[in-house]
């Protein structure tokens, strides 16, 4: 059996995407399958309840599944935080790297076995990994 990746990672070209300085970031991205391992709908239940403290940013939420794309919708609209949804695949591979490199923070969780090439993609780009939003804000 070939390896396949689970993703696309990236080149040295893509890592000349600059980012921006973290503290002038104004955007948090929220991978959001939810899934048999992904528990986006979690994270995005957490910014709601932190609409307050991250109410200047704009919230970017990705590769997200129609039930999250409803919550993402839903929380929108009860809170008024800008939240830009995206399903699966809408977004290109460089586009994905495109916005963490103009990410804050990025937000991803899962019941996994192991790292997730995505919290290594936003790594590379300058987002920083994590899952308390309150203490990286």
Do not use: W
Not at 25 to 35: D, E, F, P, Q
Not at 67 to 96: C, D
Not at 105 to 120: C, F, K, M, N, P
Request: hydrophobic letters at 40%; one cysteine or more.
């Amino acid at each position: 059996m070939p390896v396949t990746p689970n993703a696309e990672g990236f080149s040295g070209a893509d890592l000349a995407i600059l980012p921006l300085d973290p503290s002038e970031s104004k955007t948090i991205a929220l991978k959001s399958y939810h899934g048999c391992v992904g528990r986006e709908k979690v994270s995005l239940k957490a910014v709601k309840e932190m609409c307050k403290e991250v109410g200047e940013y704009e919230i970017v939420v990705y590769s997200a599944n129609r039930s999250a794309l409803r919550l993402a919708k839903q929380i929108a609209k009860q809170t008024g935080l800008e939240i830009k949804a995206f399903g699966k695949r809408a977004m290109s591979h460089k586009q994905v790297l495109e916005m963490f490199a103009k990410s804050r923070i990025y937000v991803r969780l899962a019941e996994s076995d192991g790292i997730s090439t995505s919290i290594l993609e936003a790594m590379a780009m300058g987002g920083y990994p994590g899952s308390n939003l309150n203490y990286l804000l």
